[in-house]
């Protein structure tokens, strides 16, 4: 086989996995929810580094903590504790995206 049937069928193979993802993002039931907001952090573990993307979804009740070494709290509450759960995407870092997951 060579390196350009194998190249044409991984191309093949990851549009076929981008319209699935479209169909199954758009079209199943329930609606995958919007993340409330993003972080990046560095990563050199490749030849050609590129930082990570985490994507974080949260409750409605959800008040971020002031950052370290801030000492300003708007409300004398205590912090709320939320449970957490920590999901990788197994693409790969070639099919897919993290928010593949948000279901």
């Keep these: ?6 190249h044409i069928k991984a191309t093949i193979f990851r549009a076929l996995a981008y319209i699935f993802a479209l169909c199954d ?3 199943s039931t329930p609606r ?3 993340h409330s907001f993003t972080r990046t952090i560095p990563s050199n ?15 409605k009740s959800y008040k971020s903590r002031p950052s ?7 409300s004398s509450e205590p912090w709320k504790s939320y449970p957490i759960l920590i999901d990788f995407h197994g693409g790969g ?8 997951d948000a279901r």
Aim: glycine share 4%.
């Design 32 to 34: 995958p929810l919007r």
């Design 25 to 27: 993002r758009y079209l």
């Design 93 to 100: 870092f070639s099919i897919g995206k993290a928010s593949d």
């Design 45 to 59: 573990l490749s030849k050609a580094p590129s930082p990570i993307k985490l994507v974080f979804y949260t409750p």
């Design 1 to 6: 086989m060579s390196r350009f049937s194998l």
């Design 68 to 74: 370290v070494g801030s000492h300003s709290q708007t």
